[in-house]
């Protein structure tokens, strides 16, 4: 039997007994994929979980088991979502292609939901789940790769930290209020990024720049006069440089920018407490006040206007 407690708007726990319900279960949470080796008795599955829109993070709790996404369901339903797997208890291991992964309890691993794979689940476990769309983690793509390959231990630094974080959030989903939670889920993945970012430059030279540089970046998006020279007399370093800098891992820096400030006007247009301030308001907010130019720019990122990603969240919070 299946019974579904709506905790807050968006989010849920789903408990299931047996384990028809619970390929179903996992199926609907995350994507069509098939739940294989399942215990024929005695059989317990728990899905606690905090599902927005754009992405979702979710504590999955059960016995041992084997899980399969099949070319086929990759061609029946694709989805550029990457799928991000913190393991709390027990071990699991992944064969993508070529590649096969083993990890244990304290790792994290990634890896692309659009290609068939199978996961090994050989005990008890409990994970953390994280399924959130390519755009969001799109300057950190070959670190994706690099933690398929080779987990990631959570003992230290930033991953320790994102750990920390995803383990409270799901912990207390039920003491937050929605609003919260969702702002809250939204720092995981915005860590969860950081993180990548240092698997990403870690074998590189000029990656601790880099990475000195995309912060303070960030921290003046609301700038409508940022520009190359701007960026590049703030860090010390030439405008030339700072080209290359960006040219190495794939970038270039006003690609970069833009990105930036759109994910955080989109975030602020779908975060229900901002629901007052104006589209144009949100925008200038980020450095983008010309709210023409903004629509283009969304339309161009996301494929819908500014008005229209507003709608429909209020529309989802009524």
Not at 87 to 109: D, F, K, V
Not at 265 to 284: K, M, Q, V
């Amino acid at each position: 039997m299946v019974d579904v407690s709506e905790v807050q708007a968006k989010s849920s726990t789903v408990t299931v007994t047996n384990g028809e319900e619970w390929r179903s279960a996992i199926a609907k949470a995350f994507l069509p994929m098939t739940a294989e080796s399942l215990p024929s008795t005695g059989f317990f599955g728990r899905i606690d979980a905090i599902d927005t829109d754009d992405f979702s993070i979710a504590r999955v709790t059960s016995m041992p088991q084997n899980i399969n996404r099949t070319a086929l369901a990759c061609r029946r339903t694709p989805t550029d979502m990457i799928k991000v797997l913190i393991q709390r208890r027990g071990s699991h291991r992944i064969a993508q292609g070529e590649h096969r992964t083993s990890a244990a309890a304290g790792s994290l691993t990634a890896y692309n939901t659009d290609v068939p794979y199978a996961l090994t689940l050989p005990q008890e476990f409990c994970a953390d789940v994280i399924m959130v769309p390519r755009s969001r983690l799109k300057f950190v793509e070959n670190a994706i790769n690099d933690v398929h390959k080779s987990p990631l231990t959570l003992e230290y630094g930033t991953a320790a930290l994102l750990s920390q974080h995803v383990d409270q959030l799901m912990t207390r989903t039920d003491e937050i209020p929605t609003d919260s939670a969702i702002r809250m889920a939204n720092l995981a993945i915005d860590m969860l990024a950081v993180v990548l970012g240092d698997v990403a430059t870690a074998d590189r030279p000029s990656g601790v720049l880099l990475d000195t540089v995309q912060f303070w970046i960030r921290r003046h998006l609301a700038d409508e006069t940022l520009d190359p020279s701007t960026i590049a007399d703030a860090n010390g370093i030439s405008v030339r440089h700072l080209h290359r800098l960006f040219a190495r891992a794939n970038l270039t820096v006003s690609t970069y920018v833009r990105r930036e400030r759109l994910l955080r006007i989109r975030r602020d247009l779908l975060d229900p407490l901002l629901d007052r301030h104006t589209i144009g308001s949100i925008g200038a907010r980020w450095g983008l006040a010309d709210q023409a130019h903004l629509s283009r720019l969304f339309r161009d990122e996301f494929g819908q206007s500014p008005r229209s990603i507003r709608n429909g969240a209020q529309a989802d919070n009524n």
